[in-house]
Nanobody, 123 residues
Framework: QVQLVESGGGLVQAGDSLRLSCAAS????????MGWFRQAPGKERELVAT????????YSADSLKGRFSISRDNAKNTVYLQMNSLKPEDTAVYYC????????????????WGQGTQVTVSS
């Protein structure tokens, strides 16, 4: 059973940067497509970014391109989300997710989820 634990969230100022980490256990990270999602209060959980098994292919939501980027270090069993130029509207709980699929863009395509880490951006 794959287990995911997010870390790195916190309170930051608008314009600041933050890097989230997702540590995976119970499986080989290179066998998994990884994704980051976020959910703001009263809103749907939305895709932030994904990374393929090898990290050779990444995807970011159009609205976040240029500010957010995903990366992975399979040797460390860790996936990262680098967030730059943070805005108050980025405030949300950020979730790490994993799937054995080669691709995953929808939340119901992911089989494993972390419990989330809170990111709060003040104006």
């Amino acid at each position: 059973q794959v287990q995911l634990v997010e870390s790195g969230g916190g309170l930051v100022q608008a314009g600041d940067s933050l890097r989230l980490s997702c540590a995976a256990s119970g499986g080989v990270l290179s066998m998994l497509t990884m994704g980051w999602f976020r959910q703001a209060p009263g809103k749907e959980r939305e895709l932030v970014a994904t990374t393929s098994h090898s990290g050779g292919r990444t995807y970011s939501a159009d609205s976040l391109k240029g500010r957010f980027s995903i990366s992975r270090d399979n040797a460390k069993n860790t996936v990262y989300l680098q967030m730059n130029s943070l805005k108050p509207e980025d405030t949300a709980v950020y979730y790490c997710a994993a799937t054995v699929r080669w691709e995953g863009r929808l939340r119901n395509e992911y089989d494993y989820w972390g419990q989330g880490t809170q990111v709060t951006v003040s104006s």
